[in-house]
């Protein structure tokens, strides 16, 4: 396995539009393995991961979560808890080879996953007993005892998209109307498809208000628009955060499990991996290509 395999400069592009940031988005796998190779490290230092894409064309997913982490470790205010973040790879087995790196370094306390890779079954079984978070709806289900999922299960039962659709491409040429999950609501998708108000987005997600949305463009140069993952990858950071902090005999897992937080997105509480009570929420683009709320799904 290639231990220096890196996150990308921080360049998010969605179709052909390019941001080049000055500053770099440089998290080295190598450095997981820091622990292990002499190095003396701060004591009850903790580590925090992102697992998502950062290349082609979900990149998309994979920034929006990176900011969305970075402001909620900036707002709890924690100096011991590092952040990691690494690319899905693109592909199963990559993430497969990434997910085993992390859960073979000790001070990786929790992994945060998006994308129809990093959440893959055996991605998740890759990660042992690490505590492991998934944001959004990609189709995935706990398939261990320390994976939790920040999505309503009753999803998968009201979306009308072909089965095992994970490509925004197939999804933007349908021309009926459609109900799916978050792949709808990518950047990119009223730019592919040529009647987007014929798609309906459901999530367990809202969208981000005027005052998330400021802060987080302003945490950083060059920061993306929040899509409708922030705020559920915000809501996990800080579940994950107070868990790390609150347990006392570093069985992170245990504070996940047993957690209730009323963050972003209404109370979440977790039972058998799944939240509890999650809420469904319904979003559809209007005439200039912007989700908005809607009632129902469009018919």
Same mark, same amino acid.
């Given at each position: 396995?290639d231990?220096?395999?890196?996150?990308? #400069?921080?360049?998010? %592009?969605?179709? =052909?539009?390019?941001?080049? =940031?000055?500053?770099?988005?440089?998290?080295?796998?190598?450095?997981?393995?820091?622990?292990?190779?002499g190095? @003396? %490290?701060p004591?009850?230092?903790?580590?925090?991961?992102?697992?998502?894409?950062?290349?082609?064309?979900?990149?998309?997913?994979?920034?929006?979560?990176?900011?969305?982490?970075? &402001?909620?470790?900036?707002?709890?205010?924690?100096?011991d808890i590092?952040?990691?973040?690494?690319?899905?790879?693109?592909n199963?087995?990559?993430? *497969?080879? %990434?997910? %085993?790196? &992390?859960?073979?370094?000790?001070? !990786?306390? @929790?992994?945060?996953?998006?994308?129809?890779?990093?959440?893959n079954?055996?991605?998740?079984?890759?990660?042992? $007993?690490?505590?492991?978070? *998934?944001?959004?709806d990609?189709?995935?289900?706990?398939?261990?005892?320390?994976?939790?999922?920040?999505t #309503? /299960?009753q999803?998968d039962?009201?979306?009308?998209?072909?089965?095992?659709?994970?490509?925004?491409?197939d999804?933007?040429?349908?021309?009926?109307?459609?109900?799916?999950?978050?792949?709808?609501?990518?950047?990119?998708? /009223?730019?592919?498809?040529?009647?987007?108000?014929?798609a309906? !987005? *459901?999530? #367990?997600?809202?969208l981000?208000?005027?005052?998330?949305?400021?802060?987080?463009?302003? =945490?950083?140069?060059?920061?993306?628009? /929040?899509?409708?993952? @922030?705020t559920l990858?915000?809501?996990?950071?800080?579940?994950?955060?107070q868990?790390?902090? $609150?347990?006392?005999?570093?069985?992170?897992? #245990?504070?996940?499990? $047993?957690i209730?937080?009323?963050?972003?997105?209404?109370?979440?509480?977790?039972?058998?991996?799944?939240?509890?009570?999650?809420?469904?929420?319904?979003?559809?683009?209007?005439?200039?290509?912007?989700? *908005?709320?809607?009632d129902?799904?469009?018919k």
């Amino acid at each position: 396995m290639d231990v220096k395999r890196q996150v990308p #400069s921080a360049e998010f %592009r969605v179709l =052909s539009k390019k941001i080049k =940031s000055v500053c770099s988005i440089v998290c080295l796998l190598g450095t997981i393995f820091i622990a292990g190779c002499g190095v @003396a %490290r701060p004591g009850n230092i903790a580590r925090v991961a992102l697992l998502a894409p950062f290349e082609g064309r979900y990149q998309e997913i994979g920034y929006n979560a990176y900011y969305a982490v970075k &402001l909620a470790l900036a707002d709890y205010g924690k100096t011991d808890i590092e952040f990691v973040a690494l690319d899905d790879g693109g592909n199963v087995q990559s993430a *497969i080879e %990434r997910a %085993r790196a &992390l859960a073979g370094d000790p001070l !990786v306390k @929790a992994v945060i996953t998006l994308g129809y890779t990093a959440t893959n079954t055996d991605v998740q079984q890759a990660l042992g $007993n690490v505590p492991t978070l *998934i944001v959004g709806d990609w189709d995935a289900k706990p398939e261990t005892s320390t994976t939790f999922v920040l999505t #309503s /299960p009753q999803i998968d039962g009201v979306t009308t998209l072909p089965q095992n659709t994970q490509d925004v491409t197939d999804a933007a040429q349908i021309h009926t109307p459609i109900v799916g999950n978050e792949i709808l609501a990518l950047e990119q998708f /009223p730019l592919l498809a040529s009647q987007p108000q014929q798609a309906t !987005v *459901i999530s #367990s997600g809202s969208l981000p208000d005027t005052d998330f949305s400021e802060r987080y463009i302003n =945490s950083a140069e060059y920061t993306p628009k /929040p899509g409708l993952l @922030a705020t559920l990858t915000y809501d996990a950071t800080i579940i994950v955060i107070q868990a790390i902090t $609150n347990t006392k005999n570093g069985d992170v897992a #245990s504070g996940v499990a $047993n957690i209730d937080y009323k963050g972003l997105n209404g109370e979440i509480q977790f039972k058998d991996g799944y939240w509890v009570d999650a809420p469904i929420h319904y979003f559809s683009y209007d005439t200039d290509g912007k989700l *908005i709320p809607v009632d129902r799904p469009v018919k």
